[in-house]
């Protein structure tokens, strides 16, 4: 379905819909350099595709009936460093979207919260790949839970850390921004335009409290642990704002900080971009990372599993089976492994203690 900023406001999204709409312009050659994700809009310019114009094979390929989805874990190579004596196991959570619920129950199946949803996994370490609100029902519970568990976790000599996302970025416009027209690139956009586009939920806007927005403001960027270098989005756009870790959380705060829209969209617009692990050169621009920023492979979320697969249907109109996503997708000769299992297209939320069993 195509969308655009036309499609008004007063169209109120149902909490429970798993709307993972596939827009005209998945794969934009123009201003914004790479292709956004089906959902993750970025208003286009005009008339950049011809009205009901559908993904093809050249943007995203077709997985083809009887090609498998699941089963796509791979050994993880020898480089990854060994832990540190008397530090916990580490964990990495995928895009959760305002599936509470789901999220709930992969953190109980991992033994990391009891059945009163409280931490329970002493000096375990785990890790938010960002994008925490929208498309889902419950964006807010989400974050309140991420930041309880964050204390409770310290308590118990553990941790829970979160990196941000894309829809934080755009959360925090849309609350901070609204309808102030930005410089997009491509005519006129805004922050509450592409929000509403990308799944914002009112019920969301409605419950978000200053803590809330100060919170993911704080988040870091990028971090490496344990030779994993982990960051959301699977782009090269980090190497915009730093040469460093540090440099790159620093540049985002302060972005974040100086409160202009222009910049805090440009920001939200680098970090929508996605595939520059998946095809011919991916594994390249992962080195790019890795020698920049440190570690022996990349874990990040943003790109669904069985997008980056390539399950969207086919030129002809053929039905496809319904993705299924049993782990996290490694690939990039390896270096590279997406955590998001597409729970908004009733896939799964990924859950993952690393290193990856073989």
């Not at 509470?100 to 409280?118: S, T, Y």
């Not at 889902?136 to 829970?160: H, K, T």
């Not at 920049?292 to 979320?301: A, E, F, L, N, Q």
Request: aromatic content about 8%; glycine content about 12%; hydrophobic content about 35%.
């Amino acid at each position: 379905m195509t969308q655009g900023v036309g499609q008004g406001p007063e169209v109120e999204r149902t909490a429970t819909l798993r709307d993972f709409r596939v827009p005209a312009y998945v794969h934009e050659t123009g201003p914004y350099g790479h292709s956004t994700h089906p959902g993750d809009v970025v208003p286009p310019q005009e008339e950049a595709y011809p009205d009901g114009y559908t993904p093809t094979e050249r943007d995203l390929p077709v997985v083809h009936p009887g090609d498998p989805l699941g089963g796509n874990v791979a050994p993880v190579s020898a480089g990854i460093p060994q832990q540190a004596e008397g530090v916990g196991p580490l964990y990495v959570v995928g895009d959760v979207h305002g599936y509470l619920e789901e999220l709930l129950a992969a953190l109980r199946e991992q033994g990391l919260i009891d059945v009163a949803g409280n931490w329970c996994a002493g000096t375990a370490r785990l890790w938010f790949l960002g994008d925490f609100t929208d498309r889902g029902p419950d964006g807010i519970g989400v974050i309140e839970l991420v930041m309880r568990l964050s204390a409770e976790a310290a308590a118990a000599g553990g941790y829970c850390k979160a990196l941000m996302g894309n829809h934080e970025l755009l959360l925090l416009g849309a609350k901070r921004f609204g309808d102030t027209p930005v410089n997009s690139g491509a005519g006129t956009a805004t922050f509450q335009a592409a929000w509403l586009l990308n799944g914002g939920q009112k019920t969301d806007m409605d419950r978000l409290q200053d803590h809330h927005l100060q919170w993911m403001a704080r988040l870091d960027a990028v971090e490496e642990v344990d030779g994993y270098l982990l960051v959301h989005s699977d782009t090269t756009a980090y190497l915009d704002y730093g040469d460093s870790i540090e440099a790159v959380n620093d540049t985002v705060r302060e972005t974040l900080t100086r409160n202009d829209a222009d910049e805090c969209w440009d920001l939200f617009r680098k970090f929508t971009k996605r595939f520059s692990f998946r095809d011919e050169g991916g594994a390249d621009a992962v080195r790019s990372l890795l020698d920049t920023y440190g570690g022996t492979r990349i874990v990040h979320g943003h790109s669904p599993i069985p997008y980056l697969l390539g399950e969207v249907g086919s030129e002809d109109g053929e039905e496809r089976p319904e993705p299924v996503v049993e782990g996290p997708h490694v690939y990039a000769d390896g270096l590279a492994i997406a955590m998001d299992g597409g729970v908004t297209m009733a896939g799964k939320l990924l859950v993952q203690q690393l290193p990856l069993d073989n």
